[in-house]
Nanobody
Framework: VQLVESGGGLVQTGGSLRLSCAAS????????MGWFRQAPGSEREFVSR????????YYADSAKGRFTISRDNAKNTVYLQMNSLKPEDTAVYFC????????????????????WGQGTQVTVSS
């Protein structure tokens, strides 16, 4: 099983980035996918989640209106489009896979995700 994130980098405040996460080694279309982030000195936090077919998406309050999660099951890839970036968005961003869609409030908990990528660094300069 592999989850490989890409697309991170250095961007100015107000800029945009599109993160990608390429999955292999499991049936991607059967898994809900999530994005998390971890800033220096902070715990990893939920950013967004998309159900296996892409019908439903969920966002942290900090991401609503600025970030968009999407997926392409034909390419085994999940994306996170990030617009209007702020310095507080600076973090390592991780994608993760969850085999169950029926998590309710627990869908934002990192403990329910079985597979994780290594992360990609996003730095937003002021």
């Amino acid at each position: 099983v592999q989850l490989v994130e890409s697309g991170g980098g250095l961007v100015q405040t107000g800029g945009s980035l599109r993160l990608s996460c390429a999955a292999s080694g499991f049936t991607f279309s059967h898994f809900d996918m999530g994005w998390f982030r971890q800033a220096p000195g902070s715990e990893r936090e939920f950013v967004s989640r998309i159900t296996w077919g892409g019908a439903y998406t969920y966002y942290a309050d900090s991401a609503k209106g600025r970030f968009t999660i999407s997926r392409d099951n034909a390419k085994n890839t999940v994306y996170l489009q990030m617009n209007s970036l702020k310095p507080e968005d600076t973090a390592v961003y991780f994608c993760a896979a969850d085999s169950s869609s029926y998590r309710g409030s627990r869908s934002k908990s990192e403990s329910v995700y079985e597979y994780w990528g290594q992360g990609t660094q996003v730095t937003v300069s002021s």
